[in-house]
């Protein structure tokens, strides 16, 4: 079936230091991927919308300078927490749909990211 | 402002007992209900339901929405230690793919 692929699995820096976390769709295209953070014991929050070619569209709160979303191809979004602090600690998936359709839709495995 | 709200949040049973989860929603231009299943990292999809009163079953699974009192319910019968997870309601409302979600309820199913 639909592989979305997410890398790293778990990160931990330094306050201040920027992270980048790759996520895949491995055997199908995706011109849309979406970006969740969750918080323990908390939903997967949307943070934004990665729309290959073009400008990601971020979710009311979600600072885009902050977190930025790279669609460069049909298979690959990347999302960059710059400057990260001890607040941005959090796990972060991505999910991508095949044909747009939310019954498609395949998760990536994660990320943990730990500021320290 | 729009909401999805789960229940119970947490939940331990015997294997072999049956459970059903809640998810109730107040949303603007409802679409569809989801429901995943969130096991270590990467929730899987169970089920969509778009329409009221029609079941949906795989295997020991089944959900149903119910659109004029703004639920839905998962059940799970004779459920195994694999049943342990966090399951995953979620919505998405006319014109958008955004995906809105419960905290979910985190089953625990005990030998």
């Known amino acids: 079936g639909a592989v979305v692929s997410q890398h790293p699995s778990r990160v931990i820096c330094k306050s201040g230091t920027s992270v980048k976390i790759e996520c895949r769709s491995l055997d199908f295209q995706a011109t849309t991927m979406f970006w969740y953070r969750q918080f323990p014991k908390q939903s997967l929050m949307l943070m934004a919308t990665s729309n290959e070619g073009s400008k990601a569209t971020y979710e009311q709160g979600v600072e885009k300078d902050k977190f930025l979303i790279n669609h460069a191809s049909l298979t690959l979004s990347t999302l960059t927490v710059t400057s990260a602090h001890p607040e941005d600690s959090s796990f972060y998936i991505c999910?991508?749909?095949?044909?747009?359709?939310?019954?498609?839709?395949?998760f990536g495995s994660g990320t943990q990211l730990s500021v320290l | 402002e729009d909401k999805v709200v789960q229940s119970p949040l947490s939940l331990v049973v015997h294997e072999g007992d049956t459970v059903t989860l809640n998810c109730s929603y107040e949303v603007t231009n409802f679409r569809s209900l989801l429901w995943y299943k969130q096991e270590k990292k990467a929730p899987t999809f169970l089920f969509m339901l778009?329409?009221?009163?029609i079941e949906k079953k795989s295997g020991r699974l089944s959900s149903i929405l119910d659109k004029k009192e703004l639920f839905s319910i998962l059940n799970i019968t004779a459920t195994q230690t694999g049943d342990s997870a966090v399951y995953l309601c979620?919505?998405?409302?006319?014109?958008?793919?955004?995906?809105?979600f419960g905290k979910g309820t985190k089953l625990t199913v005990n030998p």
């Open positions: 778009t329409s009221s009163g």
């Open positions: 979620a919505l998405t409302q006319g014109g958008s793919e955004k995906l809105v």
């Open positions: 999910s991508a749909a095949i044909g747009g359709a939310n019954e498609k839709l395949f």
